[in-house]
């Protein structure tokens, strides 16, 4: 069974930097997997923020929305079996749930697509 539990969220004031990390359990380091970061505000749908292909033999690009593209940088840690999202140059519009999720397989930027998910951690960037 596959478990992600996100931790490292908080609160920030806007410019300053958070690290989000996703220990993932019930995969193994070789699995074809997708994993990814999204977060979510009331009222709105999940947006994905970057994705990662993960199969433990070779190093893939990310993608990355351009809402975050150039400040956040997603990272993995086959050792560790963890995910990590390091958020920089923060704006209070970065305020929302973040999430971790993986899907087997190929990638995708639809959160319906996604199958294991972690219970999120909030940040909170003020002005």
């Known amino acids: 069974q596959v478990q992600l539990v996100e931790s490292g969220g908080g609160s920030v004031q806007a410019g300053g930097s958070l690290m989000l990390s996703c220990a993932a359990s019930g995969y193994s380091t070789f699995t074809y997997r997708c994993m990814g970061w999204f977060r979510q505000t009331p009222g709105k749908e999940r947006e994905v923020l970057a994705r990662?292909?993960?199969?433990?033999?070779?190093?893939?690009?990310?993608y990355y929305s351009d809402s975050v593209k150039g400040r956040f940088t997603i990272s993995q840690d086959n050792a560790k079996n963890t995910l990590s999202l390091l958020m920089n140059s923060l704006k209070p519009e970065d305020t929302a749930m973040y999430s971790c999720?993986?899907?087997?397989?190929?990638?995708?930027?639809?959160?319906?697509?996604?199958?294991?998910w972690g219970q999120g951690t909030h940040v909170i960037v003020s002005s």
């Open positions: 999720a993986s899907k087997v397989g190929a990638c995708s930027n639809v959160a319906a697509d996604f199958r294991y």
């Open positions: 990662i292909f993960l199969d433990g033999r070779s190093t893939y690009s990310p």
